[in-house]
């Protein structure tokens, strides 16, 4: 059983995670995009130093965002404590893990397309920036789309995320299972609502206030005592 310091503490540290997850994943995306605002469709075309800059910075914060989201992951897992649903429990952290795997699995395709560097005759360079956009808003995308569906599944049946976050997260799981491959810059709808998620539960975290520690040296309450 977990102590009272210890529940305290969980809502705030899958709070802060989650908030630092997203603004970094934002981030990423951001600078992939704006690098290569074209994407897999004209994977032949030069890219500027600029642009590399901006495509380097971003698989540089790729891994500190996996790492934020694994603990993310694990500090809702904990909210949930003996209450979780085993079949929802597994496609959570199913999905979650291995959106973790394709999201790195993108970042070093698209940095080993980098550093071979790119020519309309180099169809390795092709293949690397076809793979890497396809990892990425492919099967990415729509592993976190399950997450989100599995987290608004726990959030509902347990009663800890409020109706407008549950509704949100559907809706952005639809949006990243079917838009994703589509329809640029839908990727964000995934850290967004992490944040959303994040905010309300590191609100209701701070919200929550310890009991004070009785004074062990005091005797027993004379108004209580019998």
Known sequence: ?????????????????????ALLLTAAIVLVRVGLPQGADDVNAAVSPEAKKAVSAALGIVPFAGIFFLWFMGALRSL???????FIATVF???????????????????GVLDTGRSSGQQSGVFGQHFAYTLMTTYAMRMAAVFTFATSAIGRRLGVLPRQLTVLGYIAGLILLFAGPSVPWSELVFPFWAL????????????IQPDPDPDPDAGPDPVNAT
Not at 93 to 111: H, I, K, T
Not at 196 to 207: D, K, N, Q, T
């Open 1 to 21: 059983m977990e102590s009272r310091e210890q529940q305290l503490k969980t809502p705030r540290a899958a709070g802060a995670a989650g908030v630092v997850f």
């Open 80 to 86: 949930t404590g003996e209450r979780e649903d085993k």
């Open 93 to 111: 952290l199913g999905s979650g893990l291995l959106f973790v795997a394709s999201l790195f699995g993108a970042a070093a395709a698209a940095g």
């Open 196 to 207: 959303m998620v994040s905010l309300y539960i590191l609100r209701v975290g701070f919200r």
